[in-house]
């Protein structure tokens, strides 16, 4: 399929909205100039560490009993962990481009993986950082749409790496070797001042390279080891034509999906033993990391933040890897603190977004916050009593891809219920509560509309309170990507992802 001239318009003019929302908000940002230490105490160095695609629910140290990640449940028992983090787009370059802000998608113009940068003027963490002195610099991923302004980046290099035949690796992991090395080496010299370091580890990313190379229906793959059990929302209590159309179609928006389509129960355990694996993979690379600082004149003066840009559908509602689906398992991150002046073994169940993370660290080291975020410093949460004013809310939005369609979708959720928003159509509101693996959606439920009545408001009062251009954004669908009877394993055919890059390979998209 070719990419039509309607699809590329609608795709221009949502961009464009988008981006001009997030010109007007850049324009009103904090000058630079503005930006200092606000008192002379020593500054405290930050190491910033992070994983890509990992789930909250496939981390040892909250819970998860079939996944080995020893270094990060280390980090855990010696920092304090936040168990009800949710990140802005549940896709790596618009989340990226959110926590290096400290604003949602929808402020900072970045609206899928083909996207413009942000705005020039808009500041960044870097910025902020380099600004107060510090030296700022960052290894491994970028994918950042200019939100990684006011770093020094090293390369992404690819280094050969030895792999099992049963989990292959690509570009993912061997980037990882290369950035694991770099961290290495600057954590061993002498540091005559504070730095801001920044890690972005791939895995278990490479788990996307993994269903390509495991497409469709297989038997077993030898060495592939023990298989984890499938988790307990891997069949939902309600039927596909109870989700929205994006939900009941995913197999045909998203390559992953596409792939895995027709995959039985067999070959979506061994999905989850391989998604582990490279979970592991991650958590080695972690540990060198942290030995290394350990090792270095900053071991007792640096403080350690732990979180990924999103998490894995992990087989929940038979859904693989990530893309505009809200669950738990793909927006709910890790997010952990450990190091001076922050309280050990403990833990938070308060809301919090990836966006607080410029305003918290920001607040840790005395620097003036830019006016206008979407995030807070969760630094008073840290006293164990919650500010009388902390948001009863979190968001999550979604607008495109790789604009093949475009299905511009939000999540509220409250502490507990969650609700999305399709603008194609379709709705879902959870009670989290009560049935914390989302297996049955109450929006079509006559007993639950009083509760839908007031979810709907509470989502408007955010539109309006955050300038959210949700209502006013376009839809496009091919009707050729939704032309079966609904649910994955009747998918026939190729899938838009698949003909993005059959257009890109053919140079007719740019």
Request: with cysteine; proline share 6%.
């Amino acid at each position: 399929m070719s990419i039509s001239r309607r699809n590329f318009i609608k795709s221009i003019a949502g961009a464009a909205a988008t981006t001009t929302a997030a010109s007007a908000i850049a324009s009103n940002s904090s000058s630079l100039s503005n930006t200092k230490q606000r008192t002379n105490e020593k500054p405290k160095n930050i190491l910033i560490i992070t994983a890509d695609q990992l789930s909250r629910h496939a981390v040892g140290g909250y819970g998860n009993k079939d996944v080995q990640t020893p270094s990060i449940d280390q980090l855990i028992r010696k920092g304090t962990r936040f168990n009800s983090a949710y990140c802005a787009y549940p896709l790596c370059g618009p989340s990226r481009a959110s926590f290096w802000t400290g604003r949602l998608p929808h402020q900072n113009g970045v609206h899928g993986n083909n996207s413009p940068d942000i705005p020039e003027t808009m500041t960044t963490l870097g910025e902020l950082f380099s600004e107060a002195g510090y030296e700022a610099v960052h290894f491994g991923k970028r994918h950042d749409f200019g939100s990684l302004k006011g770093f020094d980046c090293s390369e992404q290099v690819e280094i050969d790496l030895e792999a099992p035949a049963a989990f292959p690796v690509n570009y993912d992991s061997r980037e990882d070797v290369y950035a694991e090395q770099k961290s290495v080496e600057y954590l061993a010299k002498k540091h005559d001042k504070p730095f801001i370091m920044a890690v972005d580890f791939n895995n278990p990313h490479n788990i996307c390279g993994w269903v390509g190379a495991f497409a469709g229906p297989h038997n077993d793959i030898p060495g592939i080891g023990p298989l984890p059990p499938l988790r307990d929302n891997f069949e939902n209590q309600d039927e596909i034509t109870d989700r929205p159309p994006a939900i009941q179609y995913m197999c045909c928006t998203h390559h992953r999906m596409h792939q895995a389509a027709h995959w039985n129960e067999l070959n979506y355990r061994q999905y989850l033993a391989a998604y582990y694996h490279y979970t592991k993979m991650g958590d080695d690379s972690i540990s060198k990391v942290l030995n290394a600082l350990q090792q270095s004149d900053a071991a007792d003066n640096t403080l350690v933040v732990f979180f990924s840009d999103h998490g894995d559908g992990m087989g929940s509602h038979r859904l693989v890897t990530k893309f505009n689906y809200f669950y738990e398992e793909t927006t709910n991150v890790p997010f952990v603190l450990a190091g001076p002046g922050i309280p050990v073994g403990k833990q938070n169940d308060e809301l919090v977004s990836l966006c607080d993370l410029v305003p918290t660290l920001c607040d840790y080291a005395n620097i003036e916050v830019p006016d206008g975020l979407y995030g807070r410093s969760v630094l008073p949460l840290l006293t164990g009593e919650t500010p009388a004013d902390w948001r009863d809310a979190v968001v999550s939005q979604w607008y495109t891809s790789r604009e093949m369609t475009i299905e511009p979708a939000r999540m509220y959720r409250t502490k507990t219920h969650k609700y999305t928003v399709y603008q194609e159509g379709g709705e879902e509101l959870f009670d989290i509560v009560n049935d914390p693996g989302e297996t049955r959606n109450l929006a079509s439920d006559p007993t639950a509309k009083a509760l839908l009545d007031h979810y709907r408001k509470a989502f408007a009062t955010y539109t309006q309170q955050w300038v959210d251009p949700f209502k006013a954004l376009a839809v496009y669908v091919d009707e050729e990507w939704r032309d079966h009877e609904p649910g994955y394993t009747n998918h026939e055919g190729a899938c838009a992802i698949d003909a993005y890059l059959e257009a890109k390979a053919a140079g007719s998209h740019t």
